[in-house]
């Protein structure tokens, strides 16, 4: 229970740094409950009142998130809840829908554990080392070097040997 809190938490907390435009315009995504496992498919969900709302969108294509993903054999690891991502759903559209409507109306079906828009999601805090030459390292980007440093600086305790033979 506590980690479903916390999880809660980070995840309204993070929503509150996007300003309402930081979502795809084209994307919903929601989670199907468990007990409802057997209405699902690799397509799409067979619930009369959810295709429902789905048709209100244009050239729509629902899809699993996670199509070869099976559920977890264990409720718990550790004494934490396991999740199950083989029950979440991806839906496309085009544009020209009001998806944030369509997910207000999909999170008041008792099928779903939860509807929301697909939201774009950037690192909060961007490193750029303090050498003079960084433009002149061509390779940088090439291996995401500065994506990788937003998430991991390195520990200076950790000792790399380099032999150029």
Same mark, same amino acid.
């Given at each position: 229970?506590?980690?479903?809190?916390?999880?809660?938490?980070?995840?309204?907390?993070?929503?509150?740094?996007?300003?309402?435009?930081?979502?795809?315009?084209?994307?919903?995504?929601?989670?199907?409950?468990?007990?409802?496992?057997?209405?699902?498919?690799?397509?799409?969900?067979?619930?009369?009142?959810?295709?429902?709302?789905?048709?209100?969108?244009?050239?729509?294509?629902?899809?699993?998130?996670?199509?070869?993903?099976?559920?977890?054999?264990?409720?718990?690891?550790?004494?934490?809840?396991?999740?199950?991502?083989?029950?979440?759903?991806?839906?496309?559209?085009?544009?020209?829908?009001?998806?944030?409507?369509?997910?207000? /109306?999909?999170?008041?079906? =008792?099928?779903?554990?939860?509807?929301?828009? !697909?939201?774009? &999601?950037?690192?909060? #805090? $961007?490193? %750029?080392?303090?050498?003079?030459?960084?433009?002149?390292?061509?390779?940088?980007? /090439?291996?995401?070097?500065? =994506?990788?440093?937003?998430?991991?600086?390195? !520990?200076?305790? &950790?000792?790399?040997? #380099? $032999?150029? %033979?």
């Amino acid at each position: 229970m506590r980690n479903i809190l916390l999880t809660l938490v980070i995840f309204f907390n993070s929503i509150s740094l996007f300003s309402q435009s930081e979502f795809y315009k084209d994307r919903l995504i929601f989670k199907v409950k468990s007990e409802y496992r057997s209405l699902c498919s690799k397509n799409g969900v067979n619930h009369e009142k959810l295709n429902a709302i789905l048709n209100r969108l244009e050239n729509v294509n629902v899809s699993k998130m996670f199509p070869n993903h099976f559920p977890p054999r264990v409720k718990e690891i550790n004494g934490l809840p396991t999740v199950d991502i083989s029950l979440m759903y991806q839906v496309n559209c085009s544009e020209n829908n009001d998806i944030e409507q369509i997910a207000k /109306l999909l999170n008041q079906l =008792e099928i779903l554990e939860y509807a929301t828009v !697909d939201h774009i &999601v950037y690192p909060l #805090i $961007t490193y %750029t080392p303090n050498d003079p030459n960084i433009t002149n390292q061509w390779h940088l980007p /090439l291996i995401k070097a500065f =994506e990788a440093w937003a998430i991991e600086k390195g !520990d200076t305790n &950790v000792v790399i040997g #380099i $032999t150029d %033979t």
